[in-house]
């Protein structure tokens, strides 16, 4: 049966089953959200609609149950988590003008819903179109009293952002990485670099990866001469052995690792992602584990490199 008005106006007067919901066109999960909504007493009339799915039906009956007004979502245009991250701004009182686009993503409204906590509008940003992982950057940067409205502008990505936010946070010279040929990763490693006060000259080439500069920036935080190893062509693992045996001749001593670290790395490599950004006995097992699968999505894990 083709749903209409008064369908659905017959099947509520009449406290309709899930069986009957079924008959008229809704799925199992569509019917039950409906019937559950009359048993809780909420105007089911507002979302009785195929055009909603089970999730979107959900997300209404919950707002009613909760006596908010759900004209400014209650519409199929938005999914559920939209939804969501709405009912969330009319909670804390955010203009729904600036939020309420179904063009935005769930990200992009929730970055403007946190930025309005602190009297920030980023909807200007997000009607130019930017991503929610901008937008987390530039709302980060705000709150420590930071514009990088510039970089932004300039169409540096998220990961880049991240690092150049950081780094002026730490009062480094961010122009020293600056280039948009680095990728976020490499940017971390010089800006780590030039936080512990190294000569970040020294790999700051284009041409190193962000592991191959990890294995330098630790050779000289380490106070080792790293001329025998900074070279583009040598990668990132044997740098890694170089740098320790320069380090275990300098008189320093590497932890060793376990049998589950070391299950880590072989997994890494079946996988082919980079070991040498985890590959390191002080991380533990599941520091490694979480950054290998970090890697092996594709995603940016420089958060994770940070021994506990």
Known sequence: MVENNETIKH?????????????????????????????????????????????QMKSIRLALEEGMNISAFAMPEY??????????????CVDLNSIC??????????????????????????????????????????????????????????YQLNEIRLGIHSCVDVSKYMLHEYTGEQMMQIRLGLESGVDTDQYSMVGFSSGQMKQIRLGLESGIDVTSYADPFIDAVRMKEMRLKLERAD??????????????????????????????????FRQMEQIRIRLEKGLDASELLIYS
């Open 11 to 55: 099947l509520v007067d009449s406290r309709a089953g899930k069986a009957e919901w079924i008959k008229a066109g809704f799925d199992e999960f569509q019917a039950m959200e409906i019937v559950i909504g009359m048993e809780n007493g909420v105007d089911v009339t507002s979302y009785a609609s195929t055009e909603f799915d089970a999730t």
């Open 101 to 158: 686009n179904p063009k935005y993503s769930h990200a992009v409204m929730r970055e403007i819903r946190l930025a309005a906590r602190y009297n920030y509008d980023l909807s200007r940003f997000a009607r130019a179109g930017y991503s929610g992982e901008i937008l987390r950057q530039i709302r980060l940067a705000k709150k420590e009293d930071i514009d990088i409205t510039f970089f932004v502008e300039e169409n540096y990505d998220e």
């Open 251 to 284: 008189g320093g001593e590497e932890p060793s690792l376990d049998e589950l670290q070391s299950q880590e790395i072989i997994l890494g490599l079946q996988s082919g992602v980079d070991v040498s950004l985890y590959a390191d006995a002080r991380y533990t």
């Open 79 to 92: 999914d559920y988590i939209q939804m969501e991250e709405i009912k969330e701004a009319i909670r804390s």
